[in-house]
Each structure stands twice: as C-alpha cells, then as structure tokens.
C-alpha cells in the first residue's frame, strides 16, 4: 500500500491478521500513507503473527482514537511512522 489516504473509518484504518499455516510468510509494504483519525487503531497486527514481515517507512498516522499502531510493535520498521 502507497500513497494512500485513510481516514475516519468506525474501526480500524488497517487490520492486519494472517492466519499461519506452516511454511507460509506474508510481506506487507505500507509506504507515504496518510492514516488518521479512525475510530479503532490507525494500523492493528494481530500479536502472534510469526509469518508475517511489516516492511515501509513515511506514513503519517495520527489521531486515531485506538491508538496509532496496535499489537506487536516490534514488527514495524524505525521510520515506519505511528511512532515507529
């Protein structure tokens, strides 16, 4: 995801939640997006993601009422935007 605006959805701006099957990875790029003022969390990861990479820098994630970035922070790259 590039270059996208998302904005005052009634739950979360992203919710990412991969279910693993063994063997499986899934990357996700989210670059230069603006995501803010959501009801829920601006982007939520699902805690015990082990198959899944969060790749991406530059966003601008603010405002949300559930929090910037939700679950494993950790997964989110330094530059990532949220407070990552």
Known sequence: MTNNTISGNSLDGIALDWVDTPGE????????????????????????????TITGQGNKISGNAGGELCGTKTKFPNGFGGGR
């Open 25 to 52: 990875t899934v990357n996700a790029e989210i670059s230069s997006n603006t995501i803010q003022n959501n009801k829920g969390c601006g982007i939520r990861l699902r805690d015990n993601d082990t198959g899944l």
